[in-house]
């Protein structure tokens, strides 16, 4: 969560993750008001507004990380946000900060072809999300739309630690390999290196840890202890 | 490809701003209304519990002694006071539930402010046999404890919510949560004409009992539609109740009352048309309390049930298109209508709805002598008796 405590913490631990074997960094804008979320991106996304952060600094964040290092980078962050500071400004100032992509959870497949249209113009990748809840029919058609990847809600519920993975993913994953084109991410309480194990050998291109990390990077604010930990998740994808 | 229109907007405003997870419910939900709005037994049924349980339809009452104290047009009382619970919020309740039976879903869930919502969710969950749960924020838990152990006496559980504001905005953000949770198992029972499409124009339909009711008592009582109409907007259910039957009858002036808390210039308020700009929450798109950045702010007002910085989708476009007017009324006037309504009618409001007896008070006295205003009171002011002590410095 950029700017939990503050900025400056936040780039240490970004490049911590990268250095551990993150092949891409999610960088979290807080919104006051985060439904998809479960307490431990609540807690940071709140100590990241009372700490004063701004969507802009957020972007220049991206920026710095951009120079050091070619890792994609994604923003995580809610559509009012994006809203305020404007969809075509905002398009503009991500690109400038070589953004990749966008993750946007409030914005369903219904509301977003006018987004993504920006979005496409400033070559930036909205992703798109499929749910537990998803129909097939549903979900190759947010498949057909999602840029870069799709993302796999792993559960129903809000993101958070979790110490168990739901049953039934396997078959999921393979589902949607065969509605969608796109690599599949997968995310939402994926916390142990076990999970990331398990994920890489159950069909998952992509593998999401948000809580685990934010509650890491808050908690300990070591960013050795980051990359130790993110090391350990990827050894799961890559023995 | 129809599927994946975006769908239930008013003017720009409204839409379906949720979780993927939530999408599906949402479409089933749709579907599942459409089905029972076409279905007669289930109007005959929801008729039914209004009338025998609910005590609908309720009075149009002449105040005559506040009418004489404004010296201008007449003014009506909507009686929803009146109403099982002692609020409009059981028309909204009653419907929903019956259509959360009607999709088997085992379980409730709703959000409330005042508490209003909260125990009509708890009263219809029972009467129906539908376990309900509840979440409200803590400082709400804390000014409208009377209507948190109504709850608990109903078999409703009570969950506080301490993120945020901890007050009605983030009693959504939880019951949401929860929501994306549950969802196959779960009807969310939601409290206001707000949140993502079908539920503005679901709560609305079932809210507009009272502006039908209001049509028909016009007539027969005085033989002509109302000047003016005027409710207090918090979320915008009992407005838009009152409001859209009335939407076609141009000549009919409506006027919403917004809690100005300490004042629109303090910023300490929650006056989300009056001084709010467009953007995205709970699902749709409306005006909002919000700042440079879009944090939603928080928002400040004696009312529970009218501090959200949210306001329903329909609304916000009334406001655009000049159908309907809106205007700040404050703690200090709205305790002032109160006290007024209390000496001079007997009737105790709800602090919300003083909001609006203010504004139609206001309104009247500018008004001739033959026009006739209709102000809803909302609720009764039962659950609002500690706070109003409080406010003249006695101790219950
Ligand atoms: C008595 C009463 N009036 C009004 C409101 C505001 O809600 P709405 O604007 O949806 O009618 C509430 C909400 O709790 C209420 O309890």
Redesign the interface.
Known sequence: MAGDPDLATTEKMALACIRGGADLVELGV???????D?PEI?AAG?RA?RAGT??RDVLDLAARLRRGSDAPLLLMT????????GLTPFAERAAAAGVDGVIV???????S?EIRGVLDGAQIDLV????????D??AA??GAVSRGFVYV?AR???TGTRSDLPEGLRSRLQALHHTASLPLAVGFGVSTPDHVRTLATSGADGIVVGSAIVRMAAEEADPEAVEAFVRELASGVRP | MAEVASRGKFGPYGGQFVPETLMPALLELEAAYEDARADPRFEAELDDYNRHYGGRPTPLYFARRLTEACGGARIYLKREDLCHGGAHKFNNVMGQALLARRMGKPRMIAETGAGQHGVAAAMAGAVLGIPTEVYMGSVDVKRQALNVFRMRLLGTQVHAVDGGSQTLKDAINEALRDWVTNVTMTYYCIGSVVGPHPYPTIVRDFQSVIGREIKDQAREQMGRLPDLLVACVGGGSNSMGTFAPFLEDTAVELLGAEAGGEGIETGRHAATLVAGRPGVLHGARSYLLQDEDGQIADTFSVSAGLDYPGVGPQLAYLKDTKRASFTAVTDAQALEAFHTLATLEGILPALESAHAVFAAMQRAREMDRDQVVVATLSGRGDKDVQTVARSMGVEL
């Open positions: 807080h919104f006051s008001d985060p439904i998809a479960g609540q709140q507004l701004r969507p809610y559509l009012n946000p994006v809203l305020a500071m959870p409030d914005l369903s497949l219904e509301e072809p798109q999300l499929v749910a537990p809840s998803t129909p029919g549903r058609a947010i809600v129903y519920g809000t």
